[in-house]
């Protein structure tokens, strides 16, 4: 019986983030952005705002992310939706610990911690030049779209390609994917620009759509096996002229990966807190272990192993 009651308590809160012992929203990050923001405090690091690029460059330079990652998507599927267009596409940046995202003319740097703790932690950057930038930790605004079934039920990362008419609008009655390492090539990229030569497969990149409907089956030859985005919008506004398909296809390995991972260090602390409780309120001995415990502490880590 009081494995039942393990079991049963454990997997009706397993996607509580905000409940002991995570405490999502309330718990101290420890993450690149928040050390920034330190020896930001303490004048041991500066960030430079230029023109047209505000804080990125620097903030990139300070993070140590390279802009080869550089990837650009067109699809309105983001927090600054109205500043995206095939016209102007959202550019993100990313390494093994940050994901950063600016859209042109934007208001703010979008960014995304990879907390050891916390899994993804949001802040936002304003895009206006002062003495003391300050990163804003974001919680309602990005974990309503970036914490649910897509992301593992935990704060983290999806990509998604769409279908987009010539607006950016994804066509909805047309369907979309969730992408990851396992996806199909030529079910990739809808909404996103991709540069690169693939050979004779097929992906959605580089293509919008007229009117409410898409062909089928595509034709989209056009955005295939493309080295140069010149043409398509003024490629001067962003750091380098790519949307490289390697870096995408990480990009999409690591999304997923570190969802995982937070789902595995979310469920295996959930665990072994409930566990704790529960030999609390039945008087038994703190060290004694569950089989219900190793049962969620293994459905939450096999899927990353």
């Not at 079991?7 to 405490?23: C, F, H, K, L, T």
């Not at 102007?88 to 950063?100: E, I, K, Q, T």
């Not at 072994?272 to 001995?285: D, H, I, K, S, T």
């Not at 089989?291 to 192993?305: A, D, Q």
Request: include cysteine; hydrophobic fraction near 30%; charge should be negative.
């Amino acid at each position: 019986f009081a494995g039942l009651v393990a079991s049963s308590v454990a997997g009706a809160q397993a996607d509580n983030y905000e409940a002991e012992p995570i405490r999502y929203s309330k718990s101290t990050p420890d993450n690149v952005i928040s050390q920034l923001q330190r020896r930001l405090d303490a004048d041991k690091s500066q960030l430079k705002f230029e023109d047209h690029f505000g804080y990125l460059r620097s903030v990139l330079r300070e993070l140590g992310v390279s802009t080869s990652t550089q990837t650009l998507v067109f699809s309105k599927t983001s927090l600054q939706r109205q500043k995206i267009t095939p016209d102007a596409p959202r550019s993100l940046y990313f390494n093994d610990d940050v994901y950063v995202g600016m859209c042109q003319s934007g208001d703010v740097l979008e960014i995304s911690a990879v907390d050891p703790q916390l899994g993804a932690v949001f802040y936002s950057l304003d895009q206006v030049e002062t003495d003391r930038p300050k990163f804003v930790r974001q919680t309602d605004n990005c974990t309503t779209c970036h914490a649910s079934s897509h992301t593992q039920g935990v704060p983290g990362h999806t990509i998604r390609s769409v279908f987009a008419d010539a607006e950016g609008y994804p066509i909805l009655s047309a369907g979309s994917y969730r992408i990851d390492q396992t996806s199909p090539l030529e079910k990739r990229w809808g909404g996103w620009y991709v540069t690169g030569t693939h050979g004779k497969q097929t992906h959605l990149g580089n293509v919008a759509y007229r009117g409410t409907d898409t062909p089928r089956p595509i034709d989209d030859k056009n955005g295939l096996n493309r080295t140069s985005l010149r043409g398509e919008f003024d490629v001067s506004g962003f750091l380098t002229p790519h949307s490289d398909i390697a870096a995408l296809m990480v990009l999409e390995h690591q999304a997923e990966a570190h969802n995982l991972l937070t789902r595995a260090n979310f469920g295996t602390r959930q665990a072994v807190y409930y566990e704790a409780e529960l030999n609390r309120e039945l008087g038994e001995p703190a060290t004694k272990r569950w089989e219900s415990t190793g049962s969620r502490i293994k459905s939450v880590c096999e899927p990353l192993v």
